[in-house]
C-alpha cells in the first residue's frame, strides 16, 4: 500500500472506531417527547446573557443588542477601519516582499520537476509548500501599514504570522508586539490616534471594541478563510446550536473564533470528540467532563444541555482530514441518538475546509511516495499548520525533522528540531554519509527564502565533511 493511500485509510479507520466506540446508544428519542432544551438553553448561553443583561442596565432594548458578527460589522463601518491595504503604497511594497521573501532556487525547481541535485544530495521539493495567499496578504498589508503611517506609532495584537523571521523584521519596522502580563495582553499603552493590527489569525470581538473605543487606526489582515468560519459560527448561534471547535484552545485564532459564539466547546482531535460524542448518548460523570474540558468550554457550558444540538467549526490549520472525520462522528452519533430524520435538527456542518492547508497536506502526503531519507520541514515552532505537516510523515513512520529557520542546522553535523509532543530536540549526525534524498516543504508561514537557506545549510553541512562529489549543479528538467 503506498503512503500517499495511508492517510485516507486512516481517516476510513478513525471514523469507524470512533463510531464503533460510542456504545450502548440510548433509544432514539421520540420527536414528540418533551425536552429541556427549549425550557434552559437561553441559559446557558453566559456570553450571550452577559450581553443582555448590559443592555438592560443601560437600558437598550434586548432585541436590539448586535450579535458578535453584527458588531464586527458595525466596527469595520468605521472611517478608521483598514481591511484592503493601502493601494498607494502596493507597488513598492510588493518589491521589497520580493526582494525580501522569494527564492531563485526554489522558483528553478518549480519551473522544472521540483528536484535539485548537487553532489550525493539529491532534493525534492514537496508541490504546494510555504506562503499562502492569506499569510502573504497578511504580511504585505503590514508592510503597507507601515509606509502608510511613516509617523504613527503602530502595535501588533499578536504575531503576525508564526514565523520568527518575518516578525523579527516587523520589529525591526519599529512595529510594536502587544506585551502580554500574566495571559492578559496590554492594551493600556496604545493611545488615540495610534496604529493597530489585527494578525492573520483575526482578533477576539471583545479585541476589536476596545480598539473601536479607543479611537485608534485599526489594520485588519485577518485571512478571509479566519473570517469564513465565523460566519459558520454565527449561522450556529442564529440555529441556537453550540459550536464543536475542532482547535486549540489557547491558539490565538481559535480563541477569536469562539468570541463569536454564545455557545462553545473545542476539541483539539478525534480522541476528544470520541469523549464528547460518548457524553451525549450515555450521559456520564459532569465533573470529570467538566475538568477535562475547563479550558475549552464557553462560560456557563452545561454538557447536560448544550450539546442537544451541535455545529462543526475549525481552526483553519488543524489537519483537516481529522477535521471532516469529527464531522462525520457528531453526525453519526446525532443519528444514532435522534434517528435519521431528526439529524438535520441536531446537526449543522458548514465548509470551512482552508485550501491552503489542506493542498500542503496533500502535498507532502505525495511527497511520502518518493524514496526519502528523511523529510526536512520549515516553519515556526508555534506554526500549528507545520505542526499538522510534521504529524503526517509521523504517521507513516517516515523519518523528519521540523525546524523554524535554517540556523537550527549546526555546522557540527547536528540539528536542533521540535518533536510531535512540541519539544525541542538535538539530533547529532543527522546527515549520514553516503548519496542522500531528501524530501523539503514549509509550512504556510514560511517565505521561500527561508526555504532556500535550510536546503543551503545542508549542502553547506555536506561540504563541511568533505563529503560532496565535485559535480555540476544540476535542476531537473
Not at 9 to 16: G, K, M, R
Not at 99 to 109: A, G, P
Not at 127 to 147: L, N, P
Not at 311 to 335: C, P, S, V
Request: charged content about 25%; glycine content about 6%; proline content about 4%.
Amino acid at each position: 500500500m503506498s503512503p500517499r493511500s495511508m492517510p485516507v485509510l486512516l481517516v476510513a479507520v478513525l471514523a469507524v472506531l470512533c463510531t464503533a466506540s460510542v456504545t450502548a446508544f440510548h433509544t432514539p428519542s421520540s420527536p414528540s417527547a418533551p425536552s429541556i432544551w427549549g425550557a434552559k438553553r437561553g441559559a446557558a448561553s453566559a456570553a450571550a446573557l452577559t450581553r443582555r443583561h448590559q443592555a438592560a442596565a443601560d437600558g437598550e432594548a434586548v432585541e436590539n443588542v448586535l450579535s458578535p458578527k453584527q458588531e464586527r460589522r458595525r466596527i469595520i463601518q468605521s472611517p478608521n477601519f483598514h481591511r484592503q491595504g493601502f493601494k498607494a503604497e502596493s507597488e513598492g511594497v510588493e518589491s521589497q516582499m520580493v526582494s525580501e521573501f522569494t527564492s531563485q532556487l526554489i522558483n528553478e525547481m518549480k519551473d522544472s520537476t521540483y528536484t535539485f541535485q548537487k553532489g550525493d544530495l539529491t532534493i525534492k521539493l514537496a508541490k504546494s509548500f510555504g506562503f499562502c495567499w492569506g499569510v502573504e496578504r497578511a504580511v504585505a498589508m503590514a508592510y503597507e501599514a507601515r509606509a502608510h503611517f511613516p509617523e504613527q506609532r503602530i502595535h501588533i495584537t499578536n504575531e503576525i504570522i508564526h514565523n520568527p523571521g518575518v516578525n523579527e523584521r516587523l520589529a525591526d519596522m519599529n512595529i510594536d508586539f502587544l506585551p502580554v502580563d500574566e495571559g492578559k495582553k496590554q492594551f493600556e499603552h496604545i493611545e488615540k490616534d495610534d496604529v493597530v493590527i489585527l494578525p492573520a489569525f483575526g482578533a477576539t470581538i471583545q479585541e476589536m471594541q476596545l480598539l473601536d473605543k479607543k479611537g485608534v487606526q485599526i489594520v485588519d489582515t485577518t485571512c478571509p478563510w479566519v473570517a469564513k468560519v465565523w460566519t459558520a459560527v454565527e449561522k450556529h448561534r442564529k440555529l441556537e446550536s453550540t459550536s464543536v471547535i475542532h482547535g486549540k484552545w489557547n491558539h490565538e485564532e481559535t480563541i477569536a473564533t469562539a468570541s463569536f459564539a454564545d455557545v462553545y466547546i473545542i476539541v483539539k482531535d478525534i480522541h476528544e470528540a470520541e469523549y464528547v460524542c460518548n457524553y451525549i448518548v450515555n450521559g456520564g460523570d459532569k465533573a470529570e467532563f467538566m475538568e477535562k474540558f475547563k479550558n475549552a468550554v464557553s462560560e456557563g457550558f452545561d454538557p447536560d444541555v448544550d450539546l442537544e444540538k451541535v455545529g462543526l467549526a475549525n481552526q483553519t490549520t488543524m489537519y483537516k482530514r481529522e477535521t471532516r472525520a469529527i464531522g462525520k462522528l457528531f453526525e453519526k452519533t446525532m443519528m444514532h441518538k435522534y434517528g435519521p430524520a431528526e439529524v438535520k435538527n441536531h446537526y449543522a456542518e458548514f465548509d470551512t475546509i482552508c485550501d491552503a492547508t489542506q493542498e500542503r497536506q496533500d502535498a507532502i502526503t505525495d511527497l511520502m511516495e518518493e524514496k526519502l531519507d528523511f523529510i526536512l520541514i520549515v516553519g515556526g515552532f508555534d506554526s500549528s499548520n507545520t505542526a499538522h505537516l510534521k504529524e503526517i510523515p509521523h504517521m507513516q513512520h517516515i523519518p523528519s525533522f521540523h525546524i523554524d529557520r535554517a540556523e537550527r542546522i549546526s555546522a557540527d553535523g547536528s540539528i536542533e528540531h521540535r518533536e510531535i509532543d512540541g519539544s525541542i530536540v538535538k539530533t547529532a549526525n543527522f546527515l549520514p554519509d553516503g548519496p542522500l534524498t531528501i524530501g523539503v516543504t514549509s509550512g504556510a508561514s514560511t517565505p521561500d527564502a527561508y526555504l532556500q537557506e535550510a536546503i543551503e545549510r545542508l549542502f553547506l553541512l555536506r561540504t563541511l565533511k568533505g563529503q560532496e562529489a565535485p559535480q555540476k549543479d544540476t535542476v531537473n528538467a
